[in-house]
């Protein structure tokens, strides 16, 4: 009787000490935006560099394995060339959202890396100001796959630092114009660096 005894106040005091363990995080970083140069149906797309913010949710399934919710905000120019239009430009808002799986491990002491695969959108919305030199475009929203990793440094229980580098792979913006449809595919590069809260 008093071994079961003993076995359960272990049990409960593992149950305990599990509960008491931060299985949520929030993140804030800040992003790099660098975009390829994309070539189809006689129309060449260019994208310049940003910056941007990333806010991130995480909740630990297991110590793990996570999912995480990602809302991402940078503007950029996007630069349209073609046969009969050699620059088109627009100051566009891109913003992203996503959800993805998290795998982490635990290296060393305070060194943890981790990768991560997910699905979302990237919303381009067309800024008309004088970046913009194509007043007839629209709003695009692009389905994709993010796909990263890094590493987070444990400053203590509660905070980390983040670096990571991201990846987005979705279809090129056209803006809804019929001319400047590539038709491609474009890996859109979102290094970022931030700090985590864990609660």
Same mark, same amino acid.
């Given at each position: 009787m008093m071994k079961m005894m003993v076995l359960g106040v272990l049990i409960v005091s593992a149950a305990a000490g599990y509960a008491?363990?931060?299985r949520q995080d929030v993140s804030f970083s800040a992003t %790099? /935006?660098?975009?390829?140069?994309?070539?189809?149906?006689?129309?060449?797309?260019t994208s310049t560099g940003a910056l941007g913010l990333l806010a991130s949710y995480r909740y630990m399934l297991t110590p793990r394995s996570a999912l995480e919710l990602n809302y991402s905000f940078a503007?950029?120019?996007?630069?349209?060339?073609?046969? #009969? /239009?050699? =620059? %088109?430009r627009v100051h566009a808002r891109e913003q992203e959202i996503t959800g993805a799986y998290v795998f982490s491990l635990n290296f060393k002491k305070? #060194?943890?890396?981790f990768v991560e695969a997910g699905v979302g959108g990237l919303i381009y919305t067309? !800024?008309?100001? =004088? %970046?913009?030199?194509?007043?007839d475009t629209k709003q695009n929203t692009n389905v994709?796959?993010?796909f990263g990793g890094g590493l987070a440094y444990e400053l203590s229980p509660s905070w980390d !630092?983040?670096?990571? #580098?991201?990846g987005f792979i979705a279809k090129a913006p056209d803006f809804g114009l019929a001319n400047f449809k590539t038709n491609r595919y474009e890996v859109i590069s979102t290094p970022a660096v931030g700090i985590a809260y864990h609660f």
């Open positions: 008491q363990e931060s %790099g /935006l660098f975009g390829p140069q994309v070539n189809g149906n006689d129309v060449q797309l503007q950029n120019n996007e630069k349209f060339g073609t046969s #009969y /239009l050699p =620059y %088109g305070n #060194y943890n890396p067309p !800024i008309r100001d =004088y %970046g913009t030199n194509l007043l994709g796959g993010l !630092i983040r670096f990571e #580098y991201r």
